[in-house]
């Protein structure tokens, strides 16, 4: 048995290859969850199934979770086959030198809440990994630019490990002109790759933040003695930033 997120997509790679199967079947988004019982059932019985997803690796941004979560929630055992995935494929030639990456997937539909996602990221050291559809790439990418700020490296890899592979490095500043600057530069499924936020000096986000609610509910001193406590920082620094912030907002 092959069950496949699109069953004419993987007859045809069936075909390419000489593989023949007993039978094709469907699982995708809006039926993994009832067909994942189907299968267990078949491998209970004897029968072998792979599951392939289309042009990419079950699981990731693709269905297939539901259905290994069910197979291992009932003691049978899951083989992964390795295969292209263009999350990986497109951060090993982006060049971008963050010795970590954060795989997002597809950020929401809407600007206001793909905003909101991003701000949550804009402060994460590591090369950040989204994929785009080409219906929104241009706004995509207009609120990278807003969140993020025109400094940035970004890498457009569109189209991985397909024929019009296409792969194009430049400041965030600039990549809106790129991709205005010939239709076809919209064109595909894109991996968007970010580069990650570079260390700031003095205090991380993470202290100053801490400090800044505690001052909202305490007097300074205590303030400064209980964020100490709580983030290891240096008190001296601590109550440094306190008085500058208290001065702010005066």
Same mark, same amino acid.
């Given at each position: ?12 790679? *069936?075909?390419?290859?000489? $593989?023949? +199967? ?18 267990? /059932? %078949? ?15 079950p699981a990731v941004s693709d269905p297939g979770a539901l259905l290994v979560q069910a197979v291992l929630a009932s003691g049978l055992r899951v083989i992964p086959v390795p &295969?292209?995935? +263009? /999350? ?13 990456? !954060?795989?997002? &997937? !597809? ?6 809440? =793909? ?5 949550? #990221?804009?402060?994460?050291? /590591?090369? #950040? ?14 609120? *990278?630019?807003?969140? !993020? ?10 189209? $991985?490990?397909? #024929?019009?592979?296409?792969?194009? =490095?430049? /400041?965030?500043?600039?990549? %809106?002109?790129? %991709? ?9 499924? !894109? ?26 509910? *305490? ?6 003695? *209980?964020?100490?406590?709580?983030? &290891? ?8 930033? +306190? #008085? ?7």
């Open positions: 048995m092959v069950a496949a997120e699109d069953t004419r997509n993987t007859a045809h790679l *069936l075909t390419h290859h000489g $593989i023949s +199967a007993s039978r094709l079947m469907a699982v995708h988004q809006h039926n993994e969850r009832g067909a994942a019982e189907k299968i267990v /059932a %078949l491998i209970r019985a004897g029968q072998s199934v792979a599951f392939v997803s289309d042009a990419g690796t &295969g292209a995935n +263009a /999350a990986m494929a497109a951060l090993s030639a982006a060049g971008l030198a963050e010795p970590h990456f !954060f795989f997002y &997937g !597809f950020l929401p539909n809407k600007s206001a809440a =793909r905003r909101s996602a991003l701000e949550g #990221l804009r402060d994460a050291a /590591a090369t #950040l990994v989204f994929y785009e559809a080409p219906h929104r790439i241009v706004e995509c990418v207009a609120d *990278l630019q807003t969140v !993020f700020g025109a400094e940035r490296e970004i890498v457009l890899a569109r189209e $991985i490990t397909k #024929l019009f592979e296409n792969i194009h =490095r430049c /400041a965030l500043g600039v990549a %809106l002109d790129w %991709l205005n600057s010939d239709p076809n530069n919209q064109r595909g499924e !894109f991996v968007v790759l970010v580069s990650g936020a570079q260390p700031q000096p003095g205090l991380p986000t993470e202290t100053r933040d801490t400090l800044s609610l505690l001052l909202e509910a *305490l007097p300074l001193k205590q303030a400064v003695q *209980l964020a100490a406590q709580i983030t &290891g920082a240096n008190r001296s620094e601590l109550y440094q930033l +306190a #008085l500058q912030m208290k001065n702010s907002t005066e």
